[in-house]
């Protein structure tokens, strides 16, 4: 199936954006013969000298030369080597930095030409060069479609070692600026990660995991779920990105990790107990405190890690650790039930108080949240306010959705606190007039 697809891919033509006929009616550029050619071969020569302008200036220069730059920048990336400016000159070897300078400068060019160019070596015969030229031509004006084509192409080139190594790095490149330039890639990464080859994982998962995106939280988990092998690698990124913000897929990644607490293997079991306390999973505190007393220092040591980051406590022994949960149990045991019923009453002195109570237990959100959300809806503007400041301190991404409707409370003080619960669940610190539209462009809701 793979290689029918594989077949589809490789061969296929100007689907994806390219004006029909453009692409067969493109020549390839080679040598200086022009002179933006000239420019960028005498600009990258000079990236290498011990005075060279900084990156920003030759990038800058780069830039001006508009879509005259296309071609030759093509031609440097197909070849991997910067032509000559004189006869007395070699051809250069294409170094990493001088690479990345070419991909940024695609970025500021017309993204057109470059699409159509690549459409143009593509329907030429496979080859290790075309299919490094193309994810690296995609990662600066592509599009998330893009990606399965690049996995593609690299899967057809997936020989010899150094080339390997190449496409790999080329892959992970690519899927990390596709990502980034647009987010919405994410869910087409998810749809088509399993229809790669295994050995071509975990370029994406590095990918991935390099956008320091939240929404990479529903890949990482399906990883977890149905392919062990990259598991490992899953645990790396998971420890990297951001909580979701979609409540779904933060429950789904801890859930996932937390059956990882059960592996054989102590690496994957330091690594499942770092992710869940770099997400900040409060479910997950009773197994954390369990693996304190681990005969494995390497589990010891991550566990306590975890706990610190879950929690933002930095209790300095597990003897303290386990008197700080008894004491959040006992207050379950004796006081849970008294808040909750105070959180519905119709008294607003009972609720006020029962909502500060609760706040302080973010260990039993899972309990108060529900009522403390419902709060949000009060006649009382003292009442929504607390209900605000609450929410924050129960570090739930439950209370996001709730929380940006309380940004248009007709209260300011209610907002104000809405704003600063959610600049404190999310780690974004958008300014005080950005409105709910924009909180949601940001979070991708």
């Not at 093509?74 to 300078?101: F, G, K, Y």
Request: hydrophobic residues 45%; contains cysteine; negative net charge.
């Amino acid at each position: 199936m793979f290689a029918c697809i594989l077949a589809l891919l490789v061969g296929a033509g100007p689907a994806l954006g390219t004006p029909g006929g453009v692409a067969q009616e493109l020549a390839p550029l080679h040598g200086t013969e022009t002179a933006a050619a000239r420019e960028i071969a005498t600009l990258l020569r000079r990236s290498r000298d011990l005075d060279a302008p900084k990156p920003k200036e030759l990038l800058e220069a780069l830039g001006a030369l508009g879509e005259d730059g296309v071609g030759p920048a093509i031609d440097i990336l197909l070849s991997r080597s910067v032509p000559p400016t004189s006869a007395e000159q070699a051809p250069q070897e294409l170094s990493e930095p001088q690479r990345e300078l070419l991909v940024g400068a695609l970025e500021r060019w017309p993204a057109a030409p470059a699409l159509a160019r690549m459409e143009f070596e593509l329907q030429q015969p496979p080859s290790f060069e075309r299919a490094w030229a193309a994810l690296h031509v995609w990662s600066a004006v592509g599009r998330p479609e893009h990606l399965p084509r690049g996995v593609a192409l690299a899967a057809a080139s997936w020989e010899g070692k150094r080339r390997i190594k190449l496409l790999e790095l080329a892959l992970t490149q690519a899927c990390e600026r596709l990502l980034r330039r647009d987010p919405s890639g994410h869910e087409l990464l998810r749809s088509a990660y399993f229809s790669a080859p295994p050995e071509l994982r975990l370029a994406l998962i590095l990918g991935v995991g390099a956008t320091r995106d939240a929404r990479a939280s529903a890949l990482l988990a399906d990883i977890l779920d149905r392919d062990p092998d990259h598991a490992p690698a899953a645990l790396a990124q998971a420890q990297l990105i951001p909580r979701s913000f979609d409540p779904a897929h933060h429950a789904a990644l801890c859930s996932e990790l937390r059956e990882q607490l059960s592996a054989s293997s102590v690496n994957i079991r330091t690594g499942a107990l770092r992710s869940l306390g770099a997400q900040r999973d409060w479910r997950s505190i009773e197994p954390m405190l369990e693996l304190l007393d681990a005969e494995d220092p390497a589990l010891q040591a991550s566990a306590r890690w975890a706990l610190e980051h879950a929690t933002g406590l930095t209790w300095r022994s597990p003897s303290a650790w386990r008197t700080w949960y008894l004491g959040e149990a006992r207050w379950r045991d004796h006081r849970l039930d008294a808040v909750l019923d105070r959180l519905r009453s119709t008294s607003i002195p009972q609720l006020l108080a029962a909502l500060e109570e609760g706040g302080r237990h973010p260990l039993y959100a899972e309990q108060t949240l529900p009522w403390t959300l419902d709060a949000l809806n009060s006649a009382s503007e003292r009442v929504r306010l607390v209900a605000s400041e609450t929410l924050g301190r129960l570090d739930s991404p439950v209370a996001i959705p709730a929380l940006l409707e309380a940004l248009g409370d007709e209260s300011p003080p209610v907002a104000a606190a809405a704003l600063a619960a959610l600049r404190r669940l999310t780690g974004l610190d958008l300014p005080a007039d950005a409105d709910v539209g924009a909180w949601r462009a940001a979070l991708a809701l």
